[in-house]
């Protein structure tokens, strides 16, 4: 009886054996086939203009590719995505930075102290627009009335708007703009005051346009500048002033953009890609499908597209892998 459940437990013990001995033998033979490749990765980060671009070119190339290549698109600002563009760790190195300026001299030498060349590429045309909630009482500001508002000098000293201009409210002025980072406070600041950089700081700053949109459309006293893709995705929540640089006063628009009207504050936007991840295949098709669908998607992000010439220009540009900055 005893010799009877003993021969049935080890019968069972060896039926249970041999399954799990099968589960692992089915385990070693399946692994291998769903196993799946993890997606390549291109690194990005840079500017808050050029990134509604970049996103979009990144979520379409993306899409194409279904899920075997992966694109992350950062917001540091121009400056800030430069640093890691041209940083010496490979941890920090970015394959890909936007910037809304060209690279500058510091910049380049930070660069070359790395071993990193690059290929600087246009992408789209931009409008720095100054912008205002809708009910503002200001529809036209000139040069002279920006500077007096944004110049170091104005620091803690003009905070009311009738201080810029005494046909206007004696009303607090409440000021939003880039951070220190961004290559629209670079441009904006050497286009109005004189000097990249030079700007009072008692004002709310953010790397993310979206908060400076946000601040204007709450507040009848704020204002702000900001990329112009930002404005038109906005536009029924605030409104642009048009600025008067002697001739007349002018809206930033696709047409003034093109057409050379809406100065100093229209400007080109760039890539810039890493020399040696350009040789890496999922860069090299990125920068090619960027180029090649930048005219539809910057429309579709309300920016001002490149003409056709200039895109086969920046194609030849990277194909031929022409190194530096052209200005």
């Not at 071993?115 to 205002?132: C, R, S």
Request: charged share 25%; net charge neutral.
């Amino acid at each position: 009886m005893v010799t009877t459940k003993v021969k049935k437990l080890k019968l069972k013990k060896w039926k249970l054996a041999s399954v799990f001995a099968l589960v692992a033998t089915t385990l070693v033979i399946t692994i291998p086939v769903v196993r799946s490749q993890s997606p390549s990765i291109i690194k990005i980060d840079g500017s808050s203009t050029v990134y509604p671009i970049t996103e979009a070119v990144a979520e379409e190339f993306q899409k194409q590719k279904r899920g075997m290549m992966r694109v992350t698109v950062g917001i540091s600002g121009t400056g800030g995505g430069f640093q890691k563009f041209c940083s010496q760790e490979d941890s920090v190195r970015t394959d890909i930075s936007d910037a809304s300026r060209v690279i500058q001299p510091s910049e380049i030498e930070k660069c070359k102290a790395a071993g990193i060349e690059f290929i600087e590429l246009p992408i789209a045309y931009d409008a720095i627009t100054v912008a205002v909630h809708r009910e503002n009482f200001v529809d036209t500001m000139t040069m002279e009335e920006l500077r007096k508002m944004w110049a170091p000098e104005a620091q803690g000293k003009v905070i009311r708007w009738n201080q810029v201009n005494s046909n206007w409210p004696n009303a607090e002025l409440r000021m939003y703009g880039p951070g220190a980072d961004s290559g629209t406070f670079d441009y904006f600041t050497n286009e109005v005051v004189g000097k990249s950089g030079a700007s009072r700081s008692d004002y709310t700053p953010s790397e993310d346009d979206n908060v400076l949109v946000q601040a204007v459309a709450n507040d009848p006293n704020a204002i702000a500048y900001f990329g112009y893709s930002y404005y038109e995705a906005n536009r029924d929540r605030i409104k642009a002033i048009a600025i008067d640089n002697g001739n007349r006063p002018v809206k930033p628009s696709l047409e003034t953009v093109r057409n050379g009207q809406y100065q100093p504050l229209a400007r080109p936007i760039f890539i810039y890609v890493n020399a040696k991840a350009a040789e890496r295949p999922e860069v090299q098709e990125f920068v090619e499908f960027y180029l090649q669908n930048a005219p539809q998607l910057v429309k579709e992000v309300n920016s001002v597209p490149l003409s056709e010439l200039e895109y086969q220009q920046a194609m030849e540009r990277f194909k031929n892998r022409v190194i530096g900055s052209s200005s």
